[in-house]
């Protein structure tokens, strides 16, 4: 919100251009000068004295008064459990740890994995590779979203006048806000509405009728994660792209092979499978006041009061933690409020008010049972298999609306607060 860029070149800009421009406001704010790169950190100790050690992998130790975990939801991957898999005599690589060496053109490419990375992997090679074979376990819904680049014109007029980007920036919001209407409440006109464009764009641009009904998924549209896409249709539709629905029976040097007894012979693999959306910090060891760790808060599963903070883990504070909204928001704009509503907390140890802040375990556990129970209308509840579900099959996410999270992130309730 405090960089508006007028030089994006269309509305879904790609990777390239997003990295340069988280790149270039970096350098903007002279971040270098305090950041350390390709340094892990393993361990992080709440002391006696009130502060925090923090241990890299490298030795080094930093002491500290507070702790933000800007370590996000989709870090550490997940790789299939698939028999043969390292037999592989091809490239083989996960999506997040993306093979640059791997010469893609004129290539047989095989993805495994049908979500919203598998998806824009099949738009951006399609064109480039010999032929393109999409595994696909679970049909997903596709909302059909124009991507036609910016004019000149358009550029001009957003370099000339930053009040018009910062328009738009406030009308996305307000839409990323209207669709949260559509994924809490199941029976909405929103989730009706959206329900209708997906299959819409099913119906008209999936000619083949064979075809069709192996994407047609059996699901109410964004109960697994929403996939935005102007060409997944187009590409997967092209001679040279082919949809794979058997179940794969095993991995062989030349190839995968699948349930029906063909092999289909690879040069390149690629494993878009996902996540481990329950890591967060983890493998990272956290150390609270008496000895508390992590590991012992979510035995069970993570939680955190308002995604944010942990009881017994003071002056630590998280962006984009266990059961915030991540279901299809911006977690730009999530990160941005929440960034606000720490450093209010953190005021309140500059201001002398306090040396440790933590909520209460009473309010935090208020704060799960009222999620829980909200959760049950979700649409992520209305009978398919997501990320988004916990071990008990709720939803580990916000389950009310964007505007209710704006107003929680305006100012902590210091109530709900341990003030040591």
């Known amino acids: ?75 550490k991957p997940r790789y299939p459990d698939i028999d043969g898999l390292d037999t592989f005599a091809g490239r083989t690589f996960h999506s997040a740890r993306w093979d640059h060496d791997a010469v893609l053109d ?14 824009q992997i099949v738009s ?19 909302m059909p979203q124009p991507n036609e680049p910016y004019t000149d014109e358009q550029r001009a007029l957003n370099r000339s006048d930053l009040d018009r980007l910062r328009a738009a920036h406030t009308r996305l919001s307000e839409l990323f806000g209207g669709f949260t209407n559509a994924v809490i409440d199941a029976q ?16 008209d641009n999936v000619t083949d009728p064979a075809l069709r009904e192996r994407l047609r998924p059996d699901y109410q549209a964004a109960c697994k994660r929403l996939i935005v896409s102007p060409d997944f249709y187009t590409a997967i539709q092209h001679p040279n792209a082919e949809l794979v629905t058997d179940a794969i029976e095993g991995v062989e040097p030349g190839g995968v092979r699948t349930a029906d007894g063909r092999l289909h012979e690879l040069d390149v693999l690629v494993l878009a499978t996902g996540f481990h959306a329950d ?23 993570p939680s955190a009061y308002l995604a944010i903070s942990m009881p017994e883990f003071p002056n630590f504070f998280m962006l984009n933690g266990p059961n915030g909204p991540v279901g299809n928001f911006s977690l730009i704009e999530v990160a941005e409020l929440q960034v606000g509503y720490v450093l209010q907390l953190l005021e309140q140890l500059r201001a002398g008010t306090c040396r440790a802040i933590a909520p209460t375990v009473a309010a935090t556990e208020r704060f799960e049972a009222e999620r829980v129970e909200a959760a049950r209308s979700t649409v992520w509840m209305t009978g398919c298999r997501s990320w988004y579900l916990d071990d008990r099959g709720v939803p580990a996410t916000w389950p009310w609306t964007f505007d209710r999270f704006r107003a929680e992130m305006a100012a902590p309730k210091l109530e709900a607060f341990d003030l040591r």
């Not at 004129?106 to 998806?119: L, P």
């Not at 074979?133 to 819904?141: I, S």
């Not at 909405?188 to 119906?203: F, V, Y």
């Not at 890591?279 to 599963?301: H, I, K, N, Y």
């Open 1 to 75: 919100s405090f960089a508006p860029n007028p030089e994006w070149s269309r509305p879904y800009s790609p990777g390239e251009e997003i990295q340069a421009y988280f790149e270039a406001v970096f350098a903007e704010h002279g971040l270098a000068e305090c950041t350390r790169f390709g340094d892990e950190i393993v361990r992080c100790e709440f002391g006696d004295d009130g502060r925090w050690t923090i241990a890299s992998a490298s030795g080094a130790h930093e002491v500290v008064d507070a702790v933000i975990a800007a370590t996000g939801v989709l870090h």
């Open 106 to 119: 004129g290539a047989r490419v095989g993805i495994i994995g049908t979500g919203s990375t598998a998806v």
């Open 124 to 142: 951006a090679v399609r064109e480039r590779v010999a032929h393109l074979a999409l595994f696909q376990r679970t049909a997903q819904w596709v």
């Open 188 to 203: 909405s006109p929103m989730a009706k509405m959206i329900g209708d464009l997906c299959l819409a764009n099913l119906e």
């Open 279 to 301: 890591a967060f910090m983890r493998p990272m060891q956290l150390v609270g006041s008496d000895g508390c760790t992590l590991e012992a808060a979510w035995r069970d599963r």
